[in-house]
């Protein structure tokens, strides 16, 4: 079946470092791509999205792009802030009905 | 101010005891939807709903129900809960289904069942 798959975290960054986290998706077939953000104690936000292959998705200077050759859709970011600290979650879907998300990867951000 | 709003944020019951999860928005939204979200697997789609009596099932959709009688309301019933159901629960919603539609999210109900 459809599913997501993330790098496990937490990924511990310094601030103005680059970011990068891994997403890789299972599907047959050419979803939506989702990039969603999750602060503590909040529900989840939309980040970023592509709907077909080669589409790059961008948001407040993150970027992910829709690979279809390697099912990928890496977010990645050049210079982090703290304020960036909080779970990302990838995600696909299908005609945005069902939603498949990974398990989440937690990003903290050293001053 | 545009929002999606469950109640209650919080509950503790037990087991075997029927609850309901209140899931409601202001914008007019066509499509809603319930997830849990438990450590190390994201998110779960339990059920969705397209538009008013429209619903259909998600990917973990045993031990809930739900219903879409109004467009603004969309409840998660628990009939018999059990401690498996223990986990956080976002409610989201959506203009309708299209490619530039943004889900909009609860603020979550952290449910325990004992």
């Known amino acids: 079946g459809d599913s997501v798959t993330q790098m496990e975290g937490p990924v511990t960054l310094s601030e103005e470092a680059f970011l990068t986290i891994n997403c890789t998706y299972t599907a047959t077939g050419y979803p939506s791509l989702f990039w969603y953000v999750q602060y503590p104690g909040e529900g989840l936000q939309l980040l970023l999205k592509?709907?077909?292959?080669?589409d790059k998705g961008s948001n407040k200077g993150f970027e992910a792009t829709y690979r279809k050759e390697t099912t990928s859709f890496h977010l990645e970011k050049g210079s982090v802030q703290v304020s960036d600290s909080a779970v990302y979650f990838c995600a696909l879907s299908w005609n945005f009905n069902k939603f498949y998300f990974g398990s989440g990867t937690k990003l903290n951000v050293k001053p | 101010e545009a929002q999606v709003t469950q109640n209650p944020r919080y509950l503790i019951t037990v087991t075997g005891k029927k609850l309901t999860v209140t899931c409601s928005q202001n914008?007019?939204?066509?499509?809603m939807s319930w997830y849990r979200q438990d450590p190390g697997l994201g998110l779960r789609q339990i059920y969705y709903s397209m538009n008013v009596e429209v619903t259909d099932k998600g990917d973990v959709p045993e031990g809930y129900k739900v219903s879409r009688k109004e467009k603004r309301n969309f409840p998660l019933i628990l009939e018999s809960p059990s401690p498996n159901q223990t986990s956080l629960y976002f409610c989201?919603?959506?203009?309708?289904?299209?490619?530039?539609?943004?889900?909009?999210f609860g603020p979550g109900t952290r449910l325990t069942v004992l």
């Open positions: 989201a919603s959506s203009l309708s289904r299209g490619t530039n539609n943004e889900q909009f």
């Open positions: 592509a709907t077909k292959a080669d």
């Open positions: 914008m007019n939204h066509e499509y």
